[in-house]
């Protein structure tokens, strides 16, 4: 899957967290998320 098709099927969610809090979009979070997971990252 291309970073382009991960980026346009996630964009229909709705980012719940309090404008102010957010340091990262919450693409990027999801991103890094995947990643590592993929990367076989434990807890």
């Keep these: 899957m291309q970073i382009d098709h991960f980026k346009e099927y996630f964009q229909m969610i709705i980012d719940q ?22 990367a076989g990252a434990k807890g």
Excluded: E, G, N
């Excluded at 693409?27 to 993929?38: A, E, G, H, K, N």
């Design 17 to 38: 967290r309090q404008r102010a809090k957010v340091t990262y979009c919450l693409f990027d979070v999801l991103w890094s998320t995947l990643c590592s997971v993929i």
